[in-house]
């Protein structure tokens, strides 16, 4: 978790997340087919989150609405950019379990195929109640299926899309 106190801190840092509260400081993380998570917040406190599947199991989304509770963040809004799918995310079924066990049968899919599917978006979804987050908007958006998207699983693409939140300087 990269916390940011200034417009260009934590430059080049490496985290699954940021949270900045402060104005002119813009956060990015750049995902394939891991979900994009940015949050807001009314305070002006923001985030975001690249949530892959081991980062979900390992608390990101949760860290980082507390990360921006703890700098004034009453109420935190979500919004999940294009991300894989589970009509293209065949899942092993160890790990399948493990996710349902964290996060619900929500996230258990099946593949076109017929073989086991993580549905990615609901995990981020139930990730985001646990924390007490508001999923406010949710991109339809496949990156396995988009040809303008970045998709490690479908293409071994080695670009990345960017998902960026800011502030505004006051």
């Known amino acids: 978790m990269a916390l940011v106190k200034e417009p260009g801190g934590c430059r080049g840092e490496e985290a699954d997340a940021a949270v900045t509260s402060c104005p002119g ?3 990015a993380v750049l995902t394939a087919d891991c979900a994009p998570v940015a949050l807001s917040s009314p305070e002006g406190v923001v985030g975001i989150v690249h949530a892959g599947w081991k980062g979900l199991l390992g608390g990101v989304v949760e ?6 509770e703890s700098l004034g963040a009453r109420e935190v809004f979500a919004a999940l950019g294009p991300c894989i799918w589970p009509h293209a995310y065949d899942f092993s079924p160890a790990d399948l379990d493990t996710m349902a066990r964290r ?12 073989r086991p599917a993580l549905d990615l978006p609901a995990a ?5 109640e646990r924390a007490g987050a508001s999923l ?35």
């Open 25 to 27: 400081a813009a956060l």
């Open 63 to 68: 860290a980082a609405v507390k990360s921006m």
């Open 103 to 114: 996060f619900g049968p929500v996230v258990r899919s099946v593949a076109p195929s017929g």
């Open 124 to 128: 981020v979804g139930s990730a985001l």
């Open 136 to 170: 406010s908007a949710v991109s339809q958006t496949c990156t396995h299926c988009s040809p303008a998207h970045w998709s490690w699983r479908a293409r071994a693409d080695r670009g990345r899309q960017a998902t960026v939140v800011w502030t505004p300087p006051r």
